[in-house]
């Protein structure tokens, strides 16, 4: 036959402070009653109890109190994404700014999200015009100044790293490629899988950025990046210039950030 055998209970918790000061108070008052009626055997018994309660005491007030967990901070999309492209340092879409979020930032960003910031930009631009330290803003075409589909600036860079040209796409994706293996060795830890993957993305684009065996060093991605930038980065970099300039001339402070209309470069002579 077999016996079930009931589990120990759970140890008893621990006394609040106040509840042993209560004891701690009858308890003295027990002492001297035996002490008055002369009962030493009782005294002694109830002098040790008082000690041990005493200590119980001690421990219940010096105990450390609990840490508060701390408040989950949760940081606007807008900082995340300029955390991203400040990064990167070039125009993108969104899927390279939530690889890139993934990789290096914590906290959820999805590309859903980015959906519509690029509008509510913009209306926050027009109701109160530099009232932000930035703002997230489209990257314009060279040719129509209207914005490039689905890549976002950030309206502090210079006006011609918003351009984007016919090489430009090209240029930016190898400066990005530079700046996160310059940014990758500048962490002292290992590379986490979401900062891998980023990495290898970039290095499949990169002619000579793969080692044997198709390993990835990031010395060797800058190197393949850095040596293919010097073939288009001139001929880019004058392209922009021109349209910026153009930009200036052109358009009012709002579309040098989101674009002109493109019903009305027709009659501005944008392109001319």
Not at 25 to 32: D, K
Not at 121 to 140: D, I, K, N
Not at 152 to 175: I, K
Request: charge should be neutral; charged fraction near 25%.
């Amino acid at each position: 036959m077999s016996h079930d055998v009931d589990p120990s209970p759970d140890p008893a918790p621990p006394e609040s402070a106040d509840h042993l000061e209560q004891r701690i108070s009858a308890l003295r008052t027990e002492v001297r009653r035996a002490v008055g009626r002369g009962d030493r055997a009782a005294a002694r018994v109830l002098r040790a109890e008082l000690r041990r309660l005493e200590q119980a005491w001690d421990t219940a007030v010096m105990a450390p109190a609990a840490p508060e967990p701390e408040p989950t901070r949760l940081i606007p999309v807008r900082d995340q994404v300029h955390h991203a492209l400040t990064l990167l340092g070039v125009p993108a879409a969104p899927k390279l700014i939530q690889s890139v979020h993934e990789a290096f930032y914590s906290g959820p960003l999805n590309a859903g999200q980015l959906t519509s910031l690029r509008r509510d930009e913009e209306r926050s631009f027009r109701s109160g015009p530099h009232t932000r330290p930035f703002y997230l803003c489209a990257a314009l075409t060279s040719d129509l100044l209207a914005p490039a589909r689905g890549l976002l600036a950030v309206s502090t860079w210079p006006a011609p790293t918003r351009m984007v040209g016919p090489l430009s796409p090209r240029v930016d994706f190898l400066t990005a490629a530079v700046r996160v293996t310059e940014h990758l060795e500048r962490l002292d830890a290992e590379p986490g899988p979401a900062a891998r993957r980023l990495l290898w993305r970039f290095a499949a684009g990169i002619p000579r950025a793969t080692g044997v065996q198709g390993t990835v060093d990031l010395s060797a991605v800058r190197a393949a990046a850095h040596a293919e930038l010097d073939v288009h980065r001139e001929a880019d970099a004058a392209h922009r210039a021109e349209a910026a300039e153009r930009a200036g001339r052109q358009l009012d402070p709002v579309a040098q950030l989101f674009g002109a209309r493109l019903q009305n470069t027709r009659a501005m002579g944008v392109g001319s």
